[in-house]
Nanobody, 121 residues
Framework: EVQLVESGGGLVQPGGSLRLSCAAS????????IGWFRQAPGKEREGVSC????????YYSDSVKGRFTISADNAKNTVHLQMNSLKPEDTAVYHC??????????????WGQGTQVTVSS
């Protein structure tokens, strides 16, 4: 059974940091591009970041470049998203997902249930 299980969300003040983790199982981890999208109430889904586990290729949305860092731990079949300098507009449910990265866009094929990130003072 294919599973993506997120952890690490929570409440943080503006300027703070959080680290999200995604544990993957049920498929060959290094064959896929894994990442994160977020969904805030009343807003469209936004692709945040993806990593091609096999070759290390990276994708970041413009809104998080320079603040977020994605990494993969092949030994543990886990993807991490280190989020620094968090802003209130980063508040959303973050879903770990299988990414399909195109030239100008990213789509998602399968995702987990999500973890809430709230940035507020």
């Amino acid at each position: 059974e294919v599973q993506l299980v997120e952890s690490g969300g929570g409440l943080v003040q503006p300027g703070g940091s959080l680290r999200l983790s995604c544990a993957a199982s049920g498929f060959t981890f290094e064959d896929y591009t894994i990442g994160w999208f977020r969904q805030a109430p009343g807003k469209e889904r936004e692709g945040v970041s993806c990593i091609s586990v096999g070759d290390g290729g990276l994708y970041y949305s413009d809104s998080v470049k320079g603040r977020f860092t994605i990494s993969a731990d092949n030994a543990k079949n886990t993807v991490h998203l280190q989020m620094n300098s968090l802003k209130p507009e980063d508040t959303a449910v973050y879903h770990c997902a299988v990414c399909i990265v195109g030239l100008d866009s990213v789509e998602f094929d399968f995702w987990g249930q999500g973890t809430q990130v709230t940035v507020s003072s």
